[in-house]
């Protein structure tokens, strides 16, 4: 696959996660997407100017979408180990909000910070290979 085919795959993946909060069914009671996490506002917005980002590089295409997937792969994975750390991620400042609580491997911040490592981990690998 073509570095703008997956950026162009990624634009699609995060307007989908943008819309996440505003498709009925998908938040619990407590407001978590799918039991598992919290999206407000700003993470809304977040992933929207990443779905354009990801769409205008796609457009570009060549080096605009593998400057994308490597910046972008980079920034989410650091944010879904930041996310497993410290229990909060940097993208949407949250680190800089929140007082960071005990580490834990458990599988509910396991599950919360998966979407951004897969995510960043993929793109990054693909923005890095020729």
């Known amino acids: 696959m073509t570095h703008a ?4 795959i990624y634009a699609v993946i995060l307007l989908l996660v943008a819309a996440l909060n505003y498709i009925p069914g998908t938040r619990d009671a407590a407001g978590l997407v799918f039991g598992i996490f ?3 506002p700003f ?12 769409a205008y590089a796609a457009f570009r295409g060549g080096a605009a979408a593998r400057l994308f997937l490597t910046v972008f792969g ?3 994975l650091a944010d879904g180990m930041m996310g497993i750390a410290t229990g909060f991620g940097f993208l949407d400042f949250a680190i800089f909000t929140n007082d960071p609580i005990p580490f834990s491997l458990g599988l ?5 910070n998966l979407p951004h490592i897969a995510l960043g ?8 290979r020729r």
């Not at 085919?5 to 162009?8: E, F, I, K, P, V």
């Not at 509910?108 to 919360?112: D, S």
């Not at 981990?121 to 890095?128: P, T």
């Open 38 to 40: 919290a999206l407000d």
């Open 74 to 76: 980079a920034a989410y």
């Open 121 to 128: 981990a993929i793109a990054l690998i693909a923005g890095i």
């Open 108 to 112: 509910p911040r396991l599950l919360a």
């Open 5 to 8: 085919g997956l950026s162009a």
């Open 43 to 54: 993470d809304d917005m977040l992933h929207l100017v990443s779905a354009l980002w990801a």
